[in-house]
């Protein structure tokens, strides 16, 4: 199936919408239904956009998790609660609801990035800072990361 990937940078309009990257929506359009879930992130300042078949798996194994472990109560109060239903609408843009603009700092210019399964959403200087290699210890990433077969 093919992935997310490639990074976009956008301004989020005066009524909340943003434009989908057209090679994100071709994606879309080709392997997944037009339903998409947006919602919170459980741990950075961002928005995840999922096609609904990717949120879909997304719930069943969130489902098979112990319901009375604290992570999963918080993901469940972060991530699930926060998931609302949305579109593309005829000129490739989303809506995104005034809480969840609220949630990610959204209010300016943005950063669309695909992530495989999934689409971000961040504020530009949230995504500046959050990439910035002065913020890592970039050698124990590197070596963890070659640990993984990458």
Request: with cysteine; hydrophobic share 40%; aromatic share 10%.
């Amino acid at each position: 199936m093919p992935s997310f990937s490639g990074k976009y940078y956008y301004t989020l309009d005066p009524k909340g919408r943003i434009i989908i990257p057209a090679s994100f929506r071709e994606i879309i359009s080709a392997n997944y239904s037009p339903k998409l879930y947006i919602a919170d992130a459980a741990f950075d300042r961002c928005l995840h956009l999922y096609p609904l078949e990717e949120w879909n798996k997304l719930e069943e194994k969130v489902r098979a998790m112990p319901k009375m472990d604290e992570a999963v109560k918080f993901f469940m109060r972060r991530v699930i609660a926060s998931a609302v239903e949305t579109d593309i609408d005829k000129q490739g843009r989303v809506l995104v609801p005034v809480a969840h603009r609220e949630d990610a700092g959204l209010n300016g210019e943005i950063v669309i990035v695909g992530q495989l399964d999934r689409i971000d959403i961040w504020d530009r200087k949230e995504w500046d800072a959050t990439v910035d290699l002065a913020g890592i210890d970039k050698k124990a990433f590197e070596e963890r990361l070659v640990s993984y077969g990458l």
